[in-house]
């Protein structure tokens, strides 16, 4: 807070007060009390404007700060790329989108072209907007539906609402867009509540897939867009024999393959992308929070060669290319950034650290459930962690979300930001979430990992 004096912050409090529109916050108790205001940030912590110190468990707050706060050669390399060019619509090319797009690539076998955006909503637009467009091309219209599973989330448009399987997030922004089709989430946790319990749960849940696409007609079905561990519906790790089905059925219905890695991409959960732990075959990633640790605004796109070649443009079909555009898709910020970023986690092997203080990390969750009979499970992959809060472990009725947000401000009290599912999936707003950055060791984690177990103590007795 260097040259901001206690009068100049009072100023950025009430002009905050008086102007920002907050995500994601009610803002009638700021009538009464301040706004937060981050102004600082370093490594895993950051300080308000009172100066309070806290790490940081969820990266940001949403899962983007992947490489920690305050890395100067980031800052660099983006400073350096706006004074040389700083944009050019995405209808010309960038040395840094060149170069970034190939060295993403070598990290994607089986993909090949990145279209650049500067959100994830809009990187899922682009990829529905993508299989409507072959469906028109390809199929006379017709196979235009897309499938999206329960609880996954993809974007605030009304068109990734439309594809999200969170109903509280949805409520009072309807009507949808038609051809969206929703298929069972994948939680084992929660199985009998499908009455699906059993060891080939994996397999029988993806199969419930197969009987909604025979239901729908697949000749119609499009695209399956799935989130490789669903995230704010309650950090859902696909269980085993899952994703092996879903490759069978998608190639057996012709079916394209959409993975949103928005949450989960770029070093996550320990290799560059959730979906490389399971062996699928996607026919588009969609990516954006860590693929620059927020440090510039920049999304992607990436697909096959066999997409691509759907949109070459053919002479005889003047409307055959993708004739789309995203507007700030053409900053060369963000893709300046991301580099930078990729050679962080390489240079300091933060692939590896996330394996294996994730798997640290998620023994000291299960540690904690041995104290606080509230926590009914936890669970994770890399440093992508969750523990679901319950009244009974033998019922397994999810706490109240009332309780479970006092374990988050109670956190918060101590100087520990962490998350939650919260206002998601009605009933189900009982998991805490945890993704501190990359970085992370030991003594981090055991940090937030305590401030649970006081938070717990308290809230529940």
Known sequence: ?????????????????????????????????????????????????????????????VWTVNVGYGRVEIADAVRDQLVKMNYFAQSAGSIPGSRFAEKLISKMPGLSRVYYANSGSEANEKAFKMVRQISA???????????????????????????GGQEHRNMQYGPFTPGFVSVPHCLEYRAHEQGLAGDDYGVAIANEIEKVILREGPDTIGALCLEPITAGGGVIVPPKGYWERVQEIVEKYDILLHIDEVVCGVGRTGTWFGYQHYGVKPDFVT?????????AAISCCVTSEKVFDMFKDDHADPLGYFRDISTFGGCTAGPAAALANMKIIEDEGLLENTIQMGEYMLDQLWA??????????????????????????KTKEPADEKMVQAVVADCMAQGTIIGATNRSVPGYNNTLCFSPALIATKDDLDQIVASVDEALGRVFG
């Open 137 to 163: 091309r390809q199929h006379g219209g017709k196979k235009h539906k897309i499938l999206f599973r329960h609880r996954d989330y993809h974007g605030t448009t009304i068109a990734c609402l439309s594809a």
């Open 1 to 61: 807070m260097d040259n901001i004096t206690p009068n100049d912050m009072t100023a950025i409090v009430e002009a905050d007060r008086a102007h920002v529109w907050h995500h994601l916050l009610p803002h009638k108790p700021l009538e009464t009390n301040d706004p937060r205001i981050i102004v600082e940030g370093k490594g895993m912590r950051v300080w308000d404007q009172k100066g309070k110190e806290h790490i940081d468990g969820v990266s940001g707050g």
């Open 368 to 393: 904690l459930s041995e104290k606080h009979e509230v926590i009914g499970e936890a669970r994770g992959k890399g440093l992508f962690l969750g523990a679901e809060l319950v009244k009974d472990r």
């Open 287 to 295: 990516m954006a929070k860590g693929v620059a640790s927020g440090y």
